[in-house]
């Protein structure tokens, strides 16, 4: 019997974590209420997240996050909320409290992302220099995929 995948139902109503990896670089990201992709299998995930939950505890690590993408998620977050609102009105502990979770997940090891309402993915968060556990690591399901992170103007 082949593994059950997410009821679409299930999904849109929740903002699941979710991991893969590419190569040797380990992702996490946050649903969103979006479909999860195919490739992630509910026992698998579910599986992962139990290891990841526990690991989190003792994650202890430096992380790099992408307060471009960041600052632009928390917008459209509160542009669909209440109207428009200007930039530099955002304030820091509305930017920490966002960025979180993501956080977390970088300190164990992940390049952490969302995923907006239009089904692109962002990197929040990513690790400064670890790696997820290696049994963690075996665990993820491998995509071929490439994934190029948007990253501030002045680093083009």
């Given amino acids: 019997m082949s593994e059950m995948h ?23 990201f946050a649903s969103n209420g979006q479909p999860i992709p195919q490739f992630i299998t509910r026992k698998t995930n579910i599986a992962v997240q ?4 526990e690991a989190l505890e003792n994650a202890k690590g430096d992380v790099v996050v992408n307060d471009v993408v960041v600052r632009e998620m928390i917008l459209r977050e509160i542009t669909s909320a209440e109207g ?8 820091v502990e509305m930017i920490n409290d966002y960025a979180e979770s993501f956080k977390a997940m970088a300190k164990l090891g992940f390049v952490s992302m969302d995923l907006d309402d239009e089904g692109v993915y962002h990197v929040i ?4 220099g670890q790696h997820v556990p290696e049994n963690i690591m075996r665990m993820l399901p491998e995509v071929g995929a490439e994934i190029r992170e948007k990253v501030k103007e ?3």
Avoid: M
Wanted: hydrophobic share 40%; glycine share 0%.
């Fill in 6 to 28: 997410y009821y679409a139902n299930y999904a849109d109503a929740r903002d699941i974590d979710c991991f893969f990896r590419v190569r040797d670089v380990a992702y996490h």
């Fill in 50 to 53: 139990d290891a990841v939950y």
């Fill in 84 to 91: 428009t609102v200007l930039e530099h009105r955002v304030p």
């Fill in 125 to 128: 968060a990513k690790p400064a």
């Fill in 154 to 156: 002045d680093e083009r």
